[in-house]
């Protein structure tokens, strides 16, 4: 490729850097892409979602129209802009009109890049006045954000650069499995080992990353909590713990050292199934402990990382916050090259949940029901404060209210896919199908865009521009890199075009630039301040770390460095307990159930099932399960297995495989129809962040 | 109160707006925060004989050794009584139950008037009749309970040289354990032909004193104590040792100037008793856990006994403090306690034991299959008992790293698994695939990011890509996770040995 564009992978957090552009060499015209070496998360390196990207840009069933059933049961057919976005007022004023503003709900992505969902919460608030706003990053990175923000006050996923993992000494990886949803992320934590570092994975399974771990801890799924309990009890009771830290840089440690005197090795061991002895190493090696003097030499540096394994859970909050407790106890937060940090699952998850797509959220990572914020973020909207709506349901709430008496009627989805990615999805399904009426905007023809009323057809990531935050949070370009087919609009300005036929209040632009100087005022003085961010800087500084509050200032690689974001800078121990699955097997459904990715699929597979390599390297869905579970079930492999939880059945292919606990087995989430995981997954939600519990369930297995 | 003063809504309160309990060790503790966190209004009321909050006494053991501190075993928070509403009364014993009143009496005259009255009396060690403890223990002899008896230990461990252990069960073990680790000379005496004789088997327990020895613990058993010889000083008759009887010769002096009995306990019934409660080795309790002989009074932990057993484990009491809270707060009204399966692990630096269940089985038993492993040089035995594919007992000593996998197979009779070795050892964690490529077959993938196998490389390099970089650019191998780089680079210089360019 002799040019191209500058800019990032379509999928994952990392966002691993690619450049864009035709084949010139070739002589075929072809968009390709290759990797750029020039920004850091991504280290050079693609995985084969990323290299294979350009080929959604010619996907067969590109949508390139509107689409739009004239009555329920008609067929979806092509029809004009002006038709579609008509049609969608219209229908959007009788709603209001017969149930009030709250009849008209939105449902969001943590793929939208920061302009479009700033744009898309100030639309629900301000074009439809309306509370019923959430996302999907409600099912990514809600626990973790609810525990980063009662610990240090803030939530940023990575409170550091990515390249801190590498000069870690040890790092503790909690329910990630990295080398396959986002593999270039291995070369940090290769350079890490490399330099003589020691890598703990937590996780159920004996995923490709644990396989390249020093240390693997296996608990049973739904033990996470009490497994960081125990270990924090271990450091308590060796004296590995940083007292010094704990009494300068943090409150409330006594209350976690009484409740973690319940969490003794032998009953942790009994709880998780981890042998005391690898409980004990574990703790050793994230302290620096060598055993030949007592406590961690001053330049030992560790991190804790969790990621969706531990959060999916209805205690997903508290699970998090055992391991940050573990971490302030051994006192890391907030030192160089140390920490605790989460890892964001979608591309723009972190800046996704910081601008107002979340339903108790305002712009700038401001709480809805704080006066000040209202105040500032309404004089941005030019409206009055009172006429920002309150919090509103959180997403699986808001997803099985749909079509009830007191629900919304009407559902605009921008960037989501929850017929397939949402739990208990046929329940899902059953509502969406209640509604009056759905819009759905995407590029292909999703599972849930084919249930829509009206389907409008997007740019995506290719072929427009805007800033996404990475998980590191720091603030990257999205770069126009080949013109949109002809008939399709990007986000920003379809929602233009509908807050004008709503008449809604303030300025709307279709301008990702303009959208975007419009969130810098409105974060400004937020905890995502983005107010001193510019593209220009982005592209010159290869990416800015929020917070940025001037164009003079530096933006904030470190946050943690001197202070916490807390009131008193101080960062919050908070006690937690060990609850457990929400399901446990029994003699019915004898089988815990754990769901997740393959590398070869993102997400709902909305668009990696569109990518023929991708499809050939994981074609369908499948269960991993202990060869002593499928001999004694009588389940070849390769053969087509029903699994069954309490709320329905999915059929799948049988992979007997080691790498798993002989009482789980593993789903992955990507395909749709009878195969979903999600027909079977359990929607209890965390009481704090309303995380749904994804990632445990009791299942059956039977051979069809 | 008629129906119509009925206030209105939850909470309903199925044990009644007053709950008192007696006790306040690990089961009374553990059931006041269980209940306080499944029901934030209920009335509670604790007593605890121990003026000092609740604490963990799985972690003496750990506070005898030195590992803990006294002041980071707590339970509660004393400033968590107060903030949660409840009455705590800590430090004073209740003299008595007046179960026609519903109301207990307290030594210092108080009273406290009780819908549901649970008592989690606990256990108090036991002595046995040895003379020389007539008239109490003498000076430099402690029965191993309490925290305030562990203090008192390690206060005579800083002047003992000779420590005697009186109890060879797991109380003792850790015990001797710890103050051999705090540099005295320590010996073990235990009545039974091997040690923790309940819960291992002949072999096992000879393996275990065998490491003792190791450890420098003297381990004497079959070890009849006659009687402690004591010396009379100005403080009073002081132990200066253990006399052991021998059938065919001379009692025997085995020097001592700090005694430990950890000789079992005893379950403390006497305020139920002499309530007129049920009452055999335990306050007899249904699967309610309510006294069989008045329904107002329910009994957890190491004084109730459940069937025909009393357990003297942490984690019983816990389960029962769990099914009781769930029960009288309502929340769930069909929880029961059906008994405990119980799992000992012992606690002690370079000591690593875990057994369960039905150990004493021999491989000649019928219906059972028994699985073992010794090398007692090292310290190591390891035996899981089977019956119809289910664990029904095991002993890992030395080396324990199957524990958690046994534990859990145990505790669920889960079907274990068709490789029978798996449970006694832990298997070696898989080694990256780094593999010769002359074995790897042409399918084995090498670079999994980018979905390459060695044929594709093959493939390559017979177009004509002869270096890395070249077979990089074509196929994307090493472009994901790059931890396959050095796979490639072994099977592109492999190719070219076999065929140079």
């Keep these: 490729m002799s040019s191209g564009t500058p800019t990032h992978c379509p999928y994952c957090a990392l966002q691993c850097g690619m450049v864009v552009g ?87 992505g943590g793929g939208l890049t920061n302009e479009k969902a700033y744009q898309l919460g100030k639309f629900a608030r301000v074009g439809l006045r309306t509370a019923n706003i959430d996302y999907n990053g409600r099912f990514c990175m809600s626990s973790a954000a609810a525990a980063l923000n009662r610990a240090f006050g803030m939530d940023r996923g990575l409170p550091m650069p990515i390249t801190d993992l590498e000069t870690a000494d040890a790092i503790l990886l909690v329910g990630g499995n990295v080398a396959e949803t986002m593999p270039p992320f291995m070369r940090h934590l290769a350079a890490q080992r490399a330099g003589g570092g020691q890598l703990i994975v937590i996780d159920p399974r004996t995923t490709p990353t644990a396989r390249r771990a020093d240390l693997h801890l296996r608990p049973t799924p739904g033990t996470d909590l009490a497994l960081a309990n125990g270990l924090l009890h271990i450091a308590v009771n060796e004296g590995l713990i940083d007292e010094t830290y704990i009494a300068a840089r943090t409150r409330g440690f006594d209350a976690v050292r009484t409740a973690v005197n319940s969490y003794w090795p032998g009953r942790v061991e009994r709880i998780t ?67 605790y940090g989460c890892l964001t699952g979608q591309g723009n998850g972190q800046g996704g949940r910081e601008h107002g797509q979340k339903a108790d959220q305002l712009p700038g990572y401001r709480k809805i029901d704080d006066p000040v914020a209202r105040a500032h973020v309404a004089a941005v909207w030019d409206v009055e404060p009172a006429a920002i709506p309150g919090p509103g349901r959180s997403a699986y709430e808001l997803l099985v209210s749909l079509g009830t008496r007191d629900g919304p009627k009407a559902l605009l989805l921008f960037g989501s896919n929850p017929v397939v990615s949402a739990p208990h999805a046929a329940a899902v399904e059953e509502r969406l199908d209640a509604l009056e009426f759905l819009v759905v905007a995407d590029f292909v023809p999703s599972e849930t865009a084919l249930r829509a009323d009206v389907v409008l057809p997007t740019t995506q990531w290719a072929e427009e521009s805007g800033t996404i935050t990475n998980l590191e949070g720091r603030v990257l370009r999205r770069e126009r890199a080949v013109p949109p087919p002809p008939g399709v609009r990007g986000d920003l300005a ?107 699929h993102y997400q709902s597979g909305a668009q990696t099932r569109r990518v023929d390599q991708l499809n050939k390297a994981a074609p369908e869905p499948y269960v991993e399960l202990h060869p002593d579970v499928a001999e004694r079930l009588g389940i ?20 007997p495989t080691d790498a798993i606990r002989p009482d789980t087995v593993f789903v992955p989430f990507h395909w749709a129809g009878t195969g979903r995981a999600n027909l079977l997954t359990n929607p209890a939600l965390d009481p704090l962040s309303r995380m749904p519990e994804f990632k445990v369930c009791a299942v059956r297995l039977e051979a069809v | 109160m008629s129906e119509h003063d009925a206030p209105a809504g939850p909470p309903a309160w199925p044990g009644g707006r007053r709950i008192v309990v007696v006790g306040n060790g690990m089961a009374g503790s553990r059931f006041v925060t269980e209940m306080r966190a499944r029901d934030p209004g209920v009335s509670i009321t604790v007593f605890g004989q121990e003026a000092r909050r609740p604490y963990n006494r799985v972690l003496l053991s750990n506070v005898l050794a030195g590992t803990a501190q006294p002041h980071q075993i707590g339970l509660v928070d004393p400033s968590w009584y107060a903030e949660h509403a409840i009455d705590a009364r800590l430090g004073v014993a209740v003299t008595k139950i007046d179960r026609a009143a519903e109301v207990v009496v307290a030594e210092d005259g108080t009273t406290a008037p009780y819908d549901t009255l649970v008592l989690a009396t606990g256990s108090a060690p036991l002595v046995p009749p040895i003379p020389g403890t007539e008239d109490g223990l003498p000076r430099g002899t402690v029965a191993f309970r309490t925290l305030d008896d562990c203090a008192d230990i390690i206060e005579a461990a800083h002047s003992a040289r000779h420590a005697v252990v009186i109890g060879g069960g797991l109380l003792g073990i850790e015990a001797a354990r710890g103050l051999a680790g705090r540099g005295l000379c320590v010996t073990v005496l235990h009545l039974a032909g091997h040690l923790m004789e309940r819960q291992l088997d002949a072999e096992a327990g000879k393996v275990l004193a065998r490491t003792l020895t190791g450890l420098g613990i003297r381990v004497r058993l079959a070890a009849r104590v006659a009687a402690l010889r004591t010396r009379g000083g100005p403080d009073g008759e002081r132990v200066v040792g253990v006399e052991l009887a021998h059938d065919e010769r001379p009692a025997e002096l085995v020097p001592a100037d700090l005694v430990v009995m950890a000789c079992g306990v005893r379950p403390a019934v006497g305020l139920a008793r002499a309530a007129g409660l049920a009452v055999e080795r335990g306050i007899v309790v249904d699967e309610a856990l309510r006294s069989v002989s008045d329904p107002a009074i329910r009994a957890i932990g190491e004084c109730a006994q459940y069937g025909d057993v009393v357990y003297g484990l942490v984690a019983p009491a816990w389960e029962q403090a769990a099914v009781l809270a769930d029960l009288l707060s309502g929340h769930r009204p069909a929880a029961r306690y059906t008994g405990s399966r119980q799992i000992t692990r012992l606690k002690a630096a370079s000591l690593e034991l875990a057994t369960m269940g039905e150990t004493h089985h021999g491989s000649h038993d019928e219906d059972v299959e028994v699985v073992q492993f010794a090398d007692a040089a090292r310290g190591t035995y390891k035996k899981v008992v089977i019956r119809d594919d289910r664990l029904i007992g095991a002993i890992l000593l030395g080396e324990t790293s199957t524990a958690g996998t046994l534990t859990q197979l145990y505790d669920r009779a889960a079907p274990l698994p068709a490789d029978r070795l798996a449970l006694l050892f832990a298997g070696a964690p898989a080694a990256p695939a780094a593999g010769s490529p002359v074995l790897m077959p042409d399918g084995a993938q090498v670079c999994t990011c980018n979905n390459v196998t060695k044929g594709q490389i093959r493939a390559c390099w017979e177009d004509g890509a002869t270096t890395v970089e070249e077979v990089t650019a074509r196929t994307r191998a090493t472009t994901g996770c790059g931890t396959c780089a050095d796979a490639v680079a072994g099977i592109v210089g492999w190719l070219a040995e076999q065929s140079p360019p």
């Design chain 1, 22 to 108: 035709r084949d010139l060499a070739t002589g075929g015209g072809q968009v390709r892409v290759a990797p750029r070496s020039d920004v850091p998360a991504g280290a050079g390196g693609l995985c084969q979602k990323g290299w294979t990207a350009a080929d959604l840009l010619t996907t067969a069933d590109r949508l390139t129209t509107p689409l739009m059933r004239v009555h329920a049961g008609a067929p979806l057919e092509p029809c004009t802009w002006d038709a579609a976005l008509d049609r969608i007022a219209a229908e959007i004023e009788r709603l209001r009109a017969a149930y009030g503003p709250d009849a008209v709900a939105v449902f969001g």
């Design chain 1, 273 to 339: 199934g981890v042998p005391v002895p690898q409980l004990r190493r574990a703790v050793w090696l994230l302290a620096g402990e060598t055993g030949e003097t007592r406590g961690r030499s001053g330049d030992h540096t560790a991190l804790v990382l969790t990621a969706r394994g531990a959060e999916q859970h209805a205690d997903g909050t508290d699970t998090v916050t055992a391991y940050i407790n573990l971490a302030l106890a051994l006192g890391l937060p907030g030192l160089p090259g140390s920490g």
């Design chain 1, 494 to 600: 379809v929602l233009a075009a509908l807050a004008g036929r709503l008449n809604a209040p303030g300025t709307w632009s279709g301008e990702p630039a303009e959208v975007f100087d419009e969130l810098r005022r409105a974060s400004a003085g937020g905890l995502a301040d983005y107010s001193g961010i510019t593209y220009e800087r982005i592209a010159a500084e290869g990416g800015v770390f929020w917070p940025c509050p001037g164009e003079g200032h530096p933006g904030t690689p470190r946050p943690f460095l001197e202070r916490f974001a807390t009131p008193d800078g101080r960062a919050r121990f908070t006690p937690v307990e060990h609850r457990g699955a929400v399901e446990d097997v029994c003699a019915d459904y004898p089988l815990y159930l754990t769901t997740g990715r393959v590398l070869a």
């Design chain 1, 636 to 655: 070849a492999a390769g053969a087509l297995v029903r699994v069954t939880s309490r709320r329905g059945s999915a059929l799948v292919r049988a992979r």
